[in-house]
Nanobody
Framework: QVQLVESGGGLVQAGGSLRLSCAASGITFSISAMGWYRRVPGKQRELVATITRGGTTNYADSVKGRFTISRDNAKNTVYLQMNSLKVEDTAVYFC?????????WGQGTQVTVSS
């Protein structure tokens, strides 16, 4: 059974940094991509960043230059380094894993940025 365990969320002041981690277990297939999405109450979940197995990255325009996604293929773990955080980055952040047949989601971790 695939499980995604996220960690690293919390409360930080604007301008600060946080690092999110997501470790996948129960993987018996090839992972094509991993990534992070976020959701603000009342809004749809939106893409933050993704990274393929080969290391190709994609970022939302709102986080380019501030967030960096990386992954450790051997550990099936993806990271999101978030710098220069803004109040508008406040959201629940979800880890995503793309397999060959379906996608998997973590339970979400809250990131709150105070002014």
């Amino acid at each position: 059974q695939v499980q995604l365990v996220e960690s690293g969320g919390g409360l930080v002041q604007a301008g600060g940094s946080l690092r999110l981690s997501c470790a996948a277990s129960g993987i018996t297939f090839s992972i094509s991509a991993m990534g992070w999405y976020r959701r603000v109450p009342g809004k749809q979940r939106e893409l933050v960043a993704t990274i393929t197995r080969g290391g190709t990255t994609n970022y939302a325009d709102s986080v380019k230059g501030r967030f960096t996604i990386s992954r450790d293929n051997a550990k099936n773990t993806v990271y999101l380094q978030m710098n220069s955080l803004k109040v508008e980055d406040t959201a629940v952040y979800f880890c995503n894993l793309q397999g060959s047949i379906r996608a998997y989601w973590g339970q979400g971790t809250q990131v709150t940025v105070s002014s």
